[in-house]
């Protein structure tokens, strides 16, 4: 049996590697969702007008891991008190959203989301969005493994955002 999650959480370069990684994933791909144009490219997304975020889909084996946990590794990936980006990234198609495919995977995320909230970790309010599910549209080849065929480049992107992890979640 397998299941997908699908999290935006800026730049889908850096979503990809922390997800990937785990036991129990079968497959990540990097794409756009939440938006108003079909079939969309890079392009059309970055230029704020079609409504999508980057975003990941994750397709995983839920008896080696859970959704509860692929929430808990999204949430050390990402700022979820900055609405309008992430780290470098900033604009609406780099919101923080999780996007759930079914009344269970919105009650985990809701729960989740409490957590954080009430864990004071944070000095802000929790913003990351919880929506459901639209069509996710995988971006093109050259998105794909960023940080499998792009190290250097993705270093250079991932640095701003390992040390708000480092800060925030060690």
């Given at each position: 049996?397998?299941?997908?999650?699908i999290?935006?959480?800026?730049?889908?370069?850096c979503?990809?590697?922390?997800?990937?990684?785990?036991?129990?994933i079968?497959n990540v791909?990097?794409?756009y969702?939440?938006?108003?144009v079909?079939?969309?490219?890079y392009?059309?997304?970055?230029?704020?007008?079609?409504?999508?975020t980057?975003?990941v889909e994750?397709?995983f084996d839920?008896d080696?891991?859970t959704?509860?946990?692929l929430?808990?590794?999204?949430?050390q990936?990402?700022?979820?008190?900055?609405a309008?980006?992430?780290?470098?990234?900033?604009?609406?198609?780099y919101?923080?959203?999780i996007?759930?495919?079914?009344a269970?995977q919105?009650?985990?995320?809701v729960a989740?989301?409490k957590?954080?909230?009430?864990?004071?970790r944070?000095?802000?309010?929790?913003?990351?969005?919880?929506v459901?599910?639209?069509?996710f549209y995988?971006?093109?080849e050259?998105?794909q493994e960023f940080?499998?065929?792009n190290?250097?480049r993705?270093?250079?992107?991932?640095?701003?955002r390992?040390?708000?992890?480092d800060?925030?979640?060690q």
């Open positions: 049996m397998k299941e997908t999650a999290f935006a959480g800026g730049c889908f370069w979503m990809v590697e922390p997800f990937e990684t785990q036991p129990g079968l791909v990097s794409g969702t939440g938006g108003h079909a079939n969309p490219t392009e059309q997304v970055k230029s704020h007008t079609t409504g999508h980057e975003a994750i397709t839920p080696i891991i959704y509860a946990q929430v808990e590794i999204y949430w990936q990402t700022d979820p008190t900055d309008m980006g992430q780290f470098q990234d900033r604009g609406d198609n919101r923080p959203v996007y759930v495919a079914n269970e919105r009650a985990i995320a989740s989301k957590a954080l909230a009430a864990s004071d944070f000095d802000q309010p929790i913003v990351t969005q919880i459901d599910a639209s069509t995988p971006a093109e050259e998105h940080y499998q065929h190290p250097r993705y270093a250079q992107e991932h640095a701003q390992q040390s708000f992890i800060q925030n979640w």
